[in-house]
């Protein structure tokens, strides 16, 4: 028998991954609300309840005012949120009192942070919310001891993956379809073309063992410490490998946060030209969508083409096919008798991003109604208001959380001690990466990114 | 995990010992098992042989078994119909496999899986 040594683990999984993993939980809690403003559109009601807004201000002495009457709605999606939240995490394993009173925490500081970012000094020099966010947490997480009951409330992954599932509803199925081939065609160019150029340096140039050139590159390429995981995992990269690539893919994250956006304001890009760019060239979802979020619609409409539909849901297709390729080749000549154990295809449905589905079927469920109402009648704008409205009015609130935790939990200090020639390796594969994202997003495809931002926006 | 090098992730090393050779366990010595149960009609020397087989790997795991808990004493076991299943995330597998082959264990009589999670919630 020989030594298997790439994942097709199937000791686990199954019909209980159904409840316990929190891809599922983020497609049944964003599929929920949105089957949820159905019903109640269909009795002629809305979500609205559940949905505050903080209005933009000059002047201070106005928001007490703003706040009282927002505070029943912040109320009641505090409420809301807190317990599907809580359900969610304790079904999942973790402590429900831990989890309350750091979702607590993390909701007034969402309020706070909202408030902040909507004072007109702040968005004059580009402090919206989702910066406002990542700034707050940053400076908090990486200066105060963060208390374990407060990490419990820190769910980035869920809250983001939620957030996604919600922005369906406001993507058309049609543009999907219709942009969805050019944003994979854009991706895939740039992914592989990433991912060889960092496996080529790491190999060749820096002599790194193959499994971690490997793992870099996903983390480089594909869909950022998600990545790393899923193909550390395949090609049974060292856990120091694993760690050197998260960390990485944190780094330059992070730096990608404010630097894309800065450019492509400074450049003057439309928003659907930021929204592929930011889709192609940030390493993270989460980090993506902060960084999206600093210009409008079309831009969260362009880099969710580009990053979930171009380059997420490919994940499981790489996962298999590099574990092939750590079987076929790169052991070829330490398995003892020559055999060795081969992949399943069933890594590829392992590694899917299961919250893909439901933003998938989102967009599906909300397009199909707004046919079956009439574009453009007075049914397809009810659905349009109270279910894509508020669907977009929650996502944002989810999204401010997932912000607040990527700063809070972004803690430099506790990153890998890297290593230069990892370091240099990936930082190649960074400047091939964004030299490619802005050729292709800016000069080949600015027209066609443009429109899409221009008139996708549901 | 080395000195300069923080963790970022957890490591969940995974290690199987089939009673059977399932559909991606691949060995020279092909398992009576995968004839027979394509087969309609056996014959008791057939039967036979597969006992043999059976009992050869079930002694073959409980010795891994055994070694793995000598090496570490915190493992998740679960015992299935087709083999023995033992994770932990308390130990590197980079640090089992020596202490396994120390023992005499070859590579051949398991399967290693390493499984990766986000050591923090973060992106």
Known sequence: MAEASNNTKTNGGGLKSLYLKEDWWAVWIGLGIIVIAFIANAMGGNLKMFTPSIAGFDDWSTVPADLAAQAPKLIALYIAMLIIFTIASTIMGRKPGHFVAGFTLLFVMAVIVQILGSWSAAKAVNLEAPVMALIVGMIIGNFVKIPEWFEAGMRTEFYVKTGIVLMGATLPFTLIIESGPVAFAQATVIAVSTFLTIYWVGTRAFKLEKPFAATLGAGGSICGVSASIAIGSSVNAKKDHVSVSISMVVIWATIMVFLLPFVCKAMGYSDGVAGALIGTSEFADAAGVAAAGQFGDGAMTTFTLMKVVGRDIFVGVWAFILALISVTSWEKDTAADGTRQKPSAGVIWERFPKFVLGFFVASIIVTLAIMAAGTGTEAATAIDDNVSGAAKNLRTWVFVLCFLCIGLTTRFKELAATGWKPFATFTIGVAVNVVLGFIMSTIILNDYWTAVGNHGVA | ?123
């Open chain 2, 1 to 123: 995990m080395s000195e300069q090098v923080k963790p970022t992730c957890i490591q969940t090393a995974c290690f199987s010992l089939p009673f059977y050779e399932a559909g991606e366990w691949r060995v020279k010595e092909k398992s009576p098992w995968k004839h027979l149960k394509k087969t309609e009609y056996y014959s008791a020397e057939e039967v036979r042989d597969l006992v043999t087989y059976l009992d050869r790997n079930v002694q073959s795991a409980l010795e891994v078994m055994n070694a793995l808990l000598e090496i570490h004493d915190d493992w998740q076991i679960t015992l299935k119909k087709d083999g023995i299943w033992m994770e932990t995330e308390t130990m590197m597998y980079e640090d089992i496999l020596p202490e396994l082959d120390k023992r005499g264990i070859a590579k051949e009589r398991y399967i290693m899986y390493s499984e990766y999670t986000r050591k923090w919630g973060m992106i």
